[in-house]
């Protein structure tokens, strides 16, 4: 093991070419400089110096270590500045999952914004529902995650930030005949078959729709299930049915599907931000500006909210 206090000796003493000057340059006298360097060319296993009675020249051993010897001791220098800046949520790594639907809103944004403010922290991106999110929360193989749920529904045992309120709009084949219509009344599509995501990814948003249905004396007809809003998309462009998807998903013109709103109380749901407790410096970072970007401090106070602490035994 070489330690730096010894690259620093052989640097001196191969840019001054003279042990004495070395030694003064280094504020210590020449003979434990000598012997200094002379254990490290018996650790190395090579003469470093050709040193003759009036000069001292680099040997090519020497030559070959020199830039690499500047090279180590510039990037000890760093090391408190990296380990400030990773304390500080300046620097690492930000492991993120976010469900499509929002990549379809604001992410894209925000991704951008924080890239842009915070160019030191790597974002490793990962697209999963909720349920695979849980998983990998449990796993530690993600740091923080955007989900998809009914209001006030947020997983619990996560701090959660609501990031986006929406309505759930329908979308349609473009040849069903409602099309014509700006919003839907609720029994005039209830009948619709619908193509909807399996309960497991979203078990809040999804009792919440085929709750509404039941509120209003109906008993849902579920064509199919497919995992990806975009997915879902496809089937109905393809004739399966109508479906249920959060009004950013009104972004992705597929072609032959319409969205319509639903008259009268919309159906909602929201997306937040959820990680563990307590947050790695680089979350901290990415939840601070998120919430900076938020249109109103109030709202954002009251929505950020932290799972309830233990108490001791």
């Known amino acids: 093991m070489i330690e730096l206090r010894t690259l620093r000796q052989f640097v001196a003493v191969a840019e001054e070419l003279h042990f004495g000057r ?5 504020r210590m006298t020449q003979p434990p400089l000598s012997q200094a360097i002379q254990r490290l060319e018996r650790t190395l296993g090579a003469p470093l110096f050709a040193r003759h009675q009036r000069s001292v020249r680099l040997s090519p051993a020497g030559a070959a270590l020199l830039p690499e010897a500047r ?3 510039a990037a000890a220098e760093t090391l408190p500045q990296l380990a400030q800046a990773a304390a500080a949520g300046l620097s690492g790594e930000l492991r993120l999952a976010f469900v499509s639907s929002i990549a ?3 992410l894209p944004g925000w991704l951008r914004s924080f890239r842009a403010a915070h160019a030191d922290v790597v974002l490793r991106l990962r697209e999963a529902t909720l349920d695979v999110q849980l998983d990998a929360f449990a796993a ?3 740091d923080a995650g955007f989900v998809l749920h009914a209001p006030g529904a947020a997983p619990p045992g996560l701090a959660a930030w609501r990031a986006l309120r929406e309505p759930l709009v329908l979308a349609l084949p473009e040849s069903h005949p ?9 029994e005039q599509i209830a009948a619709e078959p619908l193509v909807i995501f399996p309960r497991a990814i979203a ?7 085929l709750g509404f249905y039941r509120e ?10 497919a995992i990806q809003m975009q997915t879902i998309v496809n089937l109905v462009s393809a004739g399966i049915g109508v479906a ?3 009004a950013a998903l009104m972004q992705l013109q597929r072609p032959g599907v319409v969205y319509r709103p639903l008259a009268g109380a919309p159906l909602h749901c929201e997306t937040s931000l959820v990680w563990r407790e307590p947050a790695p410096p680089v979350v901290q970072r990415f939840v601070e500006h998120l919430l900076a970007l938020a249109p109103a401090a109030e709202q954002r106070q009251s929505a950020l909210r932290t799972p309830p602490r233990r108490k001791a035994r």
């Not at 070395?22 to 280094?26: N, P, S, W």
């Not at 409602?178 to 609720?186: D, G, N, Q």
């Not at 209003?216 to 299930?225: L, M």
């Open 178 to 186: 409602l099309t014509s219509r700006r919003s839907l009344p609720f």
């Open 203 to 209: 078990p809040s948003l999804y009792d919440a729709v």
């Open 216 to 225: 209003q004396g109906v008993t849902p007809r579920i064509a199919q299930e």
């Open 104 to 106: 379809y809103g604001p």
């Open 22 to 26: 070395a030694a003064e340059r280094l």
């Open 140 to 142: 530690g193989e993600i």
């Open 71 to 73: 090279r180590l001791l």
């Open 244 to 246: 249920w998807v959060p």
